[in-house]
């Protein structure tokens, strides 16, 4: 690997660099973890219900006429009275109002605000290298939110009562006037059997429990912070585009079993022996379809490969992609030209390199 003036300048370079033997200048990445947070969507509350009161019947023995004097030759006289008795108890009813709830947001951070170095190629630059022609930015990701909806509890459930007066019923019942003159003949009182209804059971209220909702959102969170450079020796080939021997389905980005195992030894695992390198992963596909279909389809088929990288357990921000659809075509074969299905397959390819930090 050749490095420009500006380059060994701005840089240390290695120390005792074997002849013809390739190094690239790496920095170790960010580390972040993926964290599960549980949130809360609906809070719990009481629901309430009214269990009515209830009556039994009893029956009870009442006096329906006195016991009176009865006097021979001068009958006794008698008046009617009606009598009122309580033919069933006052009692309470009662009656629930239920809780009522809110909508409500919270603004969940899914992922931190990044910061790194990116280099430019300079336009117009007249130098035959083109590492003097780079040009060094400092960009700036902005941290992503989740909004999820939520639900908060306004006023909990609670219960009114009213008085239901009780009832009441006469008898009639005959009371002396007057007693009977001349001799006395005691006369028993009369009593008769009634029937009433009572509370038995009073009106309660039934309390239940609603538990509380939740759900669950993962989020990216920094455990470590990187940037400490170095230099490691790395074979030169792996500094120029190699190609991945992908097959994809037609107008598919999805890696079938083979392409995954495809990735695992060419590229996870040199990830893994090396933890402070980054790669680029570049997709291309031939010129059959629409120029803007094949863009799509090369951007989510190097999309695809980075994403299983990820699901493996590789930093993110040790991979680049690129798709460039049909605008890098190996042979002859562009809009127009009959061309046979193997040349087409010549352009249809995945491919990566090993990056330096200014890349």
Known sequence: MVFSAFTAQAQQLPSNPDPNKCYVRCVTPDVYQTE???????????RLSVVPATYKTVTERVMVKEG?????????????????????????????????????????????????WETTAYEGCESDNPNDCQVLCYRTYEAEYRTVPVQRLATDATTSTDRVPGQTSTYRKEVLATPAEVRTIDVEPVYETITKRVVDVPASVRTETVPAQYTEITKEVMTSKGGLSSYEEIDCELTSYNVLPINYANGSA???????????????????????????????TSSVGSAGTNQSLSERRAQSVADYLVSKGINRGRLVTRGYGESQLKNRCADGVNCSEAEHRVNRRTEFRVLNIDQ
């Open 36 to 46: 599960t947070v549980r949130i809360q969507t609906a809070p719990s509350y009481k």
């Open 254 to 284: 999805a890696l079938n079993a083979e392409a995954r195992r495809v990735v695992d030894d060419r590229l996870l695992s040199l990830l893994r022996e090396r933890p402070n390198i980054r790669i680029q992963i570049n997709s291309h």
């Open 68 to 116: 009176y004097k009865r006097y021979e030759f001068v009958p006794a006289t008698f008046r009617t009275e009606t009598m009122s008795y309580e033919s069933q108890s006052p009692a309470e009813s009662m009656s629930v109002r239920a809780a009522s709830f809110t909508d409500a947001t919270e603004r969940v951070l899914v992922k931190p605000e990044l910061s790194q």
